[in-house]
């Protein structure tokens, strides 16, 4: 058993236990060394966005004073849902660990077929409804941004 994916287990038993969400764990490593550890913590925080993997990427880069963690690695309990995907996209983190994939959540009640089947475009979305207004305002603020001179990328 890998260090670090029993790490992320442990994390995900922690939460469990004290009815703080799923089973989901997520750990953060940098050099070989944990750097964050976080546990789904959706049910007792009441955030939806709570997932482990977010939780883990937030701490790291608090740990490690910065927003790019392209020399982090992730290790998480579960394959990560389309939401945790993306964080780690933008935390540009290069590598993920996994355990149980997205069949074996679905098959304990947390299906995320929904969010895939939109992304690939197979699914319209019928429960959200999505409207554009006001873009001249809003185009505003990218110009100000674009103009910007001591703007920071991320």
């Known amino acids: 058993m890998d260090n670090f994916m029993q790490a992320a287990i442990d994390e ?13 764990g997520a750990i953060v490593v940098k050099d070989g060394k944990i750097v964050s550890r976080a546990h789904n913590k959706v ?34 309990s579960s ?11 933008w935390a540009r983190i290069k590598k993920i660990y996994f355990g149980t994939n997205k069949e074996d959540v679905a098959a304990i ?15 319209e979305e019928e429960t959200l409804e999505i409207v554009n207004i006001d873009r001249k305002e809003c185009l505003e603020l990218l110009k100000e941004w674009d103009e910007k001179s001591d703007k920071r990328m991320y």
């Not at 995900?12 to 989901?24: C, D, K, Q, S, T």
């Not at 880069?61 to 790019?68: G, H, I, P, Q, W």
């Open 79 to 89: 394959q990560p849902c389309p939401m945790c995907l993306a964080a780690i996209y």
């Open 43 to 76: 049910l007792l925080t009441n955030d939806p966005t709570a997932h482990a993997e977010v939780l883990a990427i937030r701490q790291a880069s608090e740990v490690l004073e910065k927003f790019d963690l392209s020399d982090c690695e992730i290790y998480t």
């Open 12 to 24: 995900a038993r922690e939460g469990m236990e004290h009815n703080h969400g799923g089973p989901f």
């Open 109 to 123: 009640g947390f299906d995320d077929s929904l969010f895939y089947k939109l992304i690939r475009g197979e699914e």
